[in-house]
């Protein structure tokens, strides 16, 4: 299954033609339908609508479809009607000249004063009524199941792009892991030695006041110790098994948003305890490098369903 961010824009536009008796589109005029979407990052599934007053009535058929295609994010539903004529003025109806006629001689029955309409008048109330096209239900719905299928496909080439880097920043901990293994010995056997120098010092001066074997076992207790402290294998065993997962889950993909955030999170506290251990400069460079990495990731993990 792909990857998929939460952050996404999809737009779709149909014409609504009018419809003569015997169910023709009209040349006469249209209504211009447009369906707008966008998304961005959040913990849950937030919609929200901004639709004409005319297609208020589907907003719960937008809301089931979307809810049936979109499990995270803040998505935001926007639609616009635009009534156009289609290109020369038309004659109006003798039914909307009866109509006009009715309404005028009505007003001016109560308002003798009254301009009488003209010709400009007439065409433009008799288009305004004629053009009040609007879309069904089931144009609704297509043209929104348009725009969420641009929507899906566009959060996947934003979560294929996101996964991609994870998957480098991945191999980079993988690296600065691998370069903090070695030191580790190193520093304990440099630090033998310089316990065992100390000793050495210790029994020049102390001229034989204790036992050359109890001080040296103690030495080495303490280089021991040392050891111990400063260990860090279980610390990079467990992030490298923290990065299998996080390189499988990317493969497998799907809803994986919240448990690769866990992750990161398990991520950040062993850097931290390598961090805490850390008894040389190059072992706080390498923790430092792999919070940049991690944080890194975590900014980008917060996009992904």
Do not use: C
């Not at 447009?34 to 809301?63: C, K, M, T, Y």
């Not at 239900?137 to 043209?143: R, Y």
């Not at 040392?226 to 799907?254: N, P, W």
């Amino acid at each position: 299954m792909p990857v998929y961010s939460m952050t996404g824009y999809a737009t779709a536009q149909q014409d609504v033609l009018a419809q003569a008796p015997g169910g023709e589109p009209k040349s006469a005029g249209h209504t211009h339908f447009g369906l707008e979407i966008r998304s961005v990052n959040s913990r849950f599934l937030d919609l929200s609508f901004r639709l004409p007053e005319e297609l208020r009535q589907h907003e719960p058929a937008l809301r089931e479809l979307l809810t049936s295609k979109l499990k995270r994010g803040k998505v935001e539903v926007r639609a616009a009607l635009d009534q156009e004529a289609a290109g020369a003025l038309r004659e109006p109806s003798s039914r909307q000249l009866q109509k006009l006629n009715a309404i005028q001689d009505t007003i001016r029955a109560w308002l003798p004063q009254a301009a009488p309409l003209s010709v400009a008048d007439v065409i433009r109330l008799g288009s305004n009524e004629s053009n009040t096209l609007l879309p069904s239900a089931e144009q609704v719905l297509a043209l929104a199941g348009k725009a969420v299928k641009e929507l899906q496909a566009a959060r996947q080439r934003e979560g294929a792009r996101l996964s991609t880097m994870l998957q480098d920043r991945i191999g980079q901990l993988r690296t600065l892991a691998a370069q903090a293994v070695p030191l580790v010995p190193q520093l304990v056997e440099q630090q033998r030695q310089r316990f065992l120098e100390r000793w050495k010092e210790a029994m020049k001066l102390g001229e034989g006041a204790a036992a050359p074997e109890a001080a040296q076992d103690r030495a080495l207790s303490e280089a021991t110790a040392f050891a111990i402290r400063i260990d860090v294998a279980e610390e990079i065993s467990r992030l490298e098994s923290h990065l299998d997962e996080l390189s499988r889950l990317l493969e497998k993909g799907g809803e994986l948003g919240k448990r690769l955030d866990f992750l990161i999170q398990e991520l950040h506290r062993e850097a931290n305890t390598l961090g805490s251990k850390s008894s040389a400069l190059e072992l706080t460079r390498i923790s430092v490098d792999m919070k940049v990495a991690i944080e890194q990731m975590r900014e980008q993990v917060q996009n992904i369903e």
